[in-house]
């Protein structure tokens, strides 16, 4: 069966950080970059960040830049995103994926209280 399941988020204050998790299964991981985006209240699904296979390359969107990192663990079929000095703008719910895309999972919802 294929899923991603998200994991990690919550309510942070400002400054404050999270990691959080992606668990895949039921797909080839290793082979296709990971992703994590971003939907915003009233605002469409962005993408933050994006790592290729075997992690030598990253992209970040601006926003995040500077603050969080994406990584995988192949062996695991696991990804993840480390976001340091949350700001009040990075609420949302934030799910993962591969390019292409698989089914969406449910998200994990980060909150941070200013």
């Known amino acids: 069966q294929v899923q991603l399941v998200e994991s990690g988020g919550g309510l942070v204050q400002a400054g404050g950080s999270l990691r959080l998790s992606c668990a895949a299964s039921?797909?080839?991981?290793?082979?296709?970059?990971f992703t994590w985006y971003r939907q915003a209240p009233g605002k469409q699904r962005e993408l933050i960040a994006r790592?290729?296979?075997?992690?030598?390359?990253?992209y970040y969107a601006d926003s995040v830049r500077g603050r969080f990192t994406i990584s995988r663990d192949n062996f695991m079929h696991r990804g993840y995103l480390q976001m340091n000095n949350l700001k009040f703008e990075d609420t949302g719910v934030y799910y993962c994926?591969?390019?292409?895309?698989?089914?969406w999972g449910q998200g994990t919802q980060v909150t941070v209280s200013s």
């Open positions: 994926n591969l390019i292409p895309w698989r089914d």
């Open positions: 039921g797909m080839i991981f290793d082979k296709s970059d």
């Open positions: 790592i290729s296979p075997v992690g030598s390359d990253s």
